[in-house]
């Protein structure tokens, strides 16, 4: 053989590797940050929580659709807490696992069935709070266009979907208003609703309330409980200086506002009511606020129609090959849609205000999970059977949003398994005390090897570094490609593959010894050995595979990194294996140090040939 071929092609990949880890995606800053693999919870710490799916709405087990809907949902409220590379994901066909690097927090309320309400829009507002006028000709509005992670972002080149009687489609789609300098407030919204107001506030509200209260001033409550309608601050500068305080409102303090004043307040913005907490407006009892698309702030009633009001919605195709979105609901639930479309469609009362209604001069009903108007149609009837919502969808945006819809008829109930809070320090003492275990665990089979093996024991150690160097690079590269994330677990799986790894050279070296015992030159022995060797070598490697796969697919948790761990690293010992430890073999055994007992590690393997090439009769060896 040609050992250099071998060991060229074991350099190539290392350069490979290297080059992905120093200027692959993700890498940045310097030399440390870009040689950092990403570490789990338990390293760094931060807040882990397992959620266990139990069943549907109506009693059914989830499925996978079911759970994978839930996940996307959970990892949008996830996400509003503004944690950097927070991790949601499924494990096994119930458990959600969530895990927040970092500060600990508290996430039992993310676990909460998803809420979805059918709430008619009452009044309409930019996203500063400047009332907004009706437009008089249609303008492109956003049609629910759901965002990677679950939630749904309007798309503003789109038409606003108009919901409509099936089989029939049901006209174009309303149109949102457009923004106007001049304010307009409508007497059915410039009282508080008596709904709003006048509904009775739990006490942990309340004293929340007072809190806010006290860091705004008296001053700023005072004037924003005063006003019967959206702020024109252009008017009265004065007005602006005395709410400026609420602008630096937390979204969690702007949550306990009563929803009059999240509306009128124009220091109130759209990023902070989008930040609120998850199910912070989900009382159907009461009027709340909501932003579409950052932009239009809505006034939107009481909800009539829940989530668990739809039985199935699905992404059609209608008669002139258009996707719509087709509504299904219970037969309660279908009374109740008949009731609200009356409202909206008839405006019974003056209920919504002329910035709310759409281009056809109807109400639109606002369709609201958790804190995002997913949708908000202008009713173009009364719905007495399916309905259908219309727009300029393509067939992935009608589906995402049949799917939210779906999923807030059949929510997923969770209970929670278990919380942990990891703090940084203990992560930090983890992560020593894991590198110091991998470091003495390797220290004592290079010490071993160089004892027992003495010039065999410089391969085992050359390939410990090689096999480690080559793990650390995968490390790196799986962390910002699949997002694979090394724990204390992972560790362990890494130290148990270092006994893998010294089994293998165990019996490359007892072969080799037998070789050289039965008489061949060490030349001879060591590709014979290998020969020999190799059979028993990939087995063993094969069948510690077998397990960490069978491990992986089977675990949940931490479990599943011990597995990842265990199998990656067998499988770069056996690369080691075959482009390093049998081509520097074959190198060393064209040495003279390699004919040595003494330094080679051979043993008695030597001097047992050499007898057995002395010839035993004494008269023989007069001759």
Known sequence: ????????????????????????????????????????????????????????????APTAENLE??????ESRVNAFGVAEAEVVTEGNRNIVISLPGENRDLTEVGSAAELRFRKLLKAADGSGAVTAPAATPTPSGTASPAPSGSAAPTPSASAPAATASPTAGGQG???????????????????????????????????RKAVEQKVGAAAWAAASGLQGPADLSSDPSLAEKLKPFASLTPREVAVLPATMQFNVPQISCAQLDDRPPASISDPNQQVVACED???KYLLDVAKVLGTDVSDANAVLDQTSAWVVSLD???DGQEKWTNLTREAFNNEGGA????????????????????????????????????????SFNQKDASELAGQLRYGALPVTFEAQEQQNVTATLGASHLRAGLLAAGIGMLLVIIYSFFYYRLLGSVIFLSLILSALLVFGALVVLG???????TLAGIAGMIVSLGVAADSFVIYFERLKDEIREGRSPRSAVPRAWIRARRTIISANAITLMSAVVLYIVSVGTVKGFAFALGLATVLDLVVVFLFRHPIMTMFARTRAFLSPRVSGLGRALPARAQQATPRNPRAKEA
């Not at 002329?354 to 009713?379: F, H, W």
């Not at 910002?480 to 090394?486: E, H, K, P, Y």
């Open 294 to 296: 950052g932009a239009a």
């Open 480 to 486: 910002r490609q699949i997002g694979f994330t090394l």
């Open 69 to 74: 809907e839930a996940r996307q949902i959970i």
């Open 329 to 331: 609901f219970t037969g």
């Open 174 to 208: 309303g149109s949102a208003p457009a923004p106007s300098a001049t304010p307009s407030a409508s007497p059915s919204a410039a009282a508080p609703s008596p709904s709003a107001s006048a509904a009775p506030v739990p006490q942990g509200i309340e004293e929340q």
């Open 352 to 391: 919504c205000d002329a910035t709310a209604l759409g281009q056809d001069g109807k109400c639109r009903v606002a369709v609201v999970l958790d804190n995002e108007i997913v949708s908000s149609p202008e009713i173009q009837g009364v719905l007495t059977g399916n309905s259908q919502i219309t727009g």
């Open 1 to 60: 053989m040609r050992p250099g071929r071998q060991l060229a092609v074991l350099g190539l990949i290392f350069v490979v590797l290297y080059l992905l880890v120093f200027f692959s995606g993700g890498a940045s800053g310097g030399l440390k940050d870009r040689l950092e693999p990403r570490l789990g919870l338990d390293l760094v710490g931060g807040t882990r929580l397992t959620l266990e799916a139990t069943n549907t709405v109506d009693g059914r």
